[in-house]
């Protein structure tokens, strides 16, 4: 898509202050004071902070909780911007956010997971933003849906936006596990590869849900070669009105900021040409793999037929048993993890259904054209 070729690079609009570049603040500005001394405590405590956040209306999912303290609000993050010499960035959820903000000099907008999920309400945000081109930082929508985040940059894109940025948050699921929402790093790591000029920045506080993962996610953001982080910082996180467990001191942010190891190439002339010998091995046995699976699907095609002209039944549960359970013994024998073997087999078992059903239909097309010969 033509516009969303014209974004321009992170430091074109946003001055980082070295690799990468780090957003923080609260979630919530909750008082004027807590705004102020998270503010002086984050200059304080780190200089590698290069632009301020602060949630001013929170979507909550569900109602009754702190929705923010809105438009009041606004002047204390702006303001405490202003004395530290910082950018200032919230969230924005509709056309009258925009206005506001904007009138406030707010720097850089956002928009959230629960608003990149309506297409409605991106559209309205973009239509309120035709002809301004302040920088914008699109959440993925809580769901793992790529289009529908690539969709909520490209509405902005369309209206002419071209600083523009994405926040992978991580994404919900039903099952409970060790992340508030898990990363799925294959999602922005496809947006990385269909839009290479997309920046991307990595949200590890709503993505772990809890401190001590923020650390580890934030690494893991880097050596992804993501351009930067948003970490939820607070004066005092047990307190905070909103996202209290995830939320960061102003020290313990710039403890975190220090860990992290930021790699610089350090590849000559002659090591890159062996990185491109290992690729073109990689590359090769790809291939292998792929015509081994062409040659695999061949034979489903034909075991499909066997079994339509043998009255069997597609899906035979003993045989796939077997062979998960051969797979992941021999998977496990060559260094391969479990949880793969079993993902893989998954994915080569439903594309043998769907040959194999190709072939079961086939045959019913071929019947049903048949003429009625009595
Ligand atoms: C936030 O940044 O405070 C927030 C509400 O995040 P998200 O939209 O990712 O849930
Ligand atoms: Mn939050």
Redesign the pocket.
């Known amino acids: 898509m033509k516009e969303l070729h014209q974004i321009e690079p992170l430091s074109s609009w946003a001055k980082s202050k070295g690799h990468p570049f780090i957003v923080a603040g609260p ?2 500005a909750e008082t004027e004071a807590q705004v102020f001394e998270t503010v002086r405590s984050i200059v304080q405590s780190t200089s590698k902070v290069s632009m301020l ?1 602060a ?1 001013i209306w ?2 909550r999912t569900r109602p009754n909780s702190f929705e923010g303290v809105g438009v009041e609000a606004l002047p204390w993050i702006v303001a405490a911007g202003k004395e530290v010499g910082l950018p200032v960035t919230v ?1 924005v959820a509709s056309p009258e956010h925009v206005e506001l903000a904007l009138k406030a000099g707010v720097d850089v907008l ?1 928009i ?4 990149t999920v309506s297409p409605f309400a991106v559209q309205e945000l973009a239509d309120a933003l035709r002809g301004v081109d302040v920088p914008m930082m699109v ?1 993925n929508p ?1 769901n793992p849906d790529l289009e529908l985040w690539v969709g909520a940059i490209e509405r902005f894109a369309n209206v002419g936006l071209t600083k523009l940025a994405a ?1 992978h ?1 991580g994404f919900s699921t039903y099952e409970k596990t060790i992340y508030r ?1 898990p990363p799925m790093w294959e999602i922005p790591i496809e947006l990385r590869r269909r839009y290479p000029n997309i920046p991307i920045i990595v ?1 590890p ?2 993505m772990g849900g809890t401190r001590d993962l923020i650390q580890p996610l934030s690494q893991q953001a880097i050596d992804m070669g993501f351009e930067g982080l ?1 970490i ?1 910082s607070h004066c005092n996180p047990d307190k905070a009105w ?2 209290a467990k995830q939320q960061v001191t102003p020290e313990r942010l710039a403890a975190i900021l220090n860990h992290l190891v930021v790699r610089q190439s350090k590849v000559s002339e002659d090591g890159l040409h062996v990185l491109s010998d290992y690729r073109a091995r990689i590359d090769r046995i790809d291939n292998y793999i792929l015509d081994l699976l062409g040659e695999r699907m061949g034979l489903s095609e034909t075991i499909g037929a066997f079994k339509k002209g043998n009255d069997l039944a597609i899906h035979q549960s003993e045989r796939w048993a077997k062979i998960v359970s051969r797979a992941i013994e021999k998977g496990i024998a060559v260094g391969l993890t479990k949880e793969f073997i079993i993902k893989l087999f998954q994915h080569i078992h439903n594309e043998s259904i769907f040959h194999q059903t190709k072939v079961f239909e086939q045959d019913t097309v071929a019947n049903d054209q048949k003429p009625n010969s009595i």
């Open positions: 979630c919530s956040r949630g929170k979507p969230e956002w959230g997971a629960r608003t959440k809580i926040i948050r929402n949200d506080s709503h948003m939820e909103s996202d």
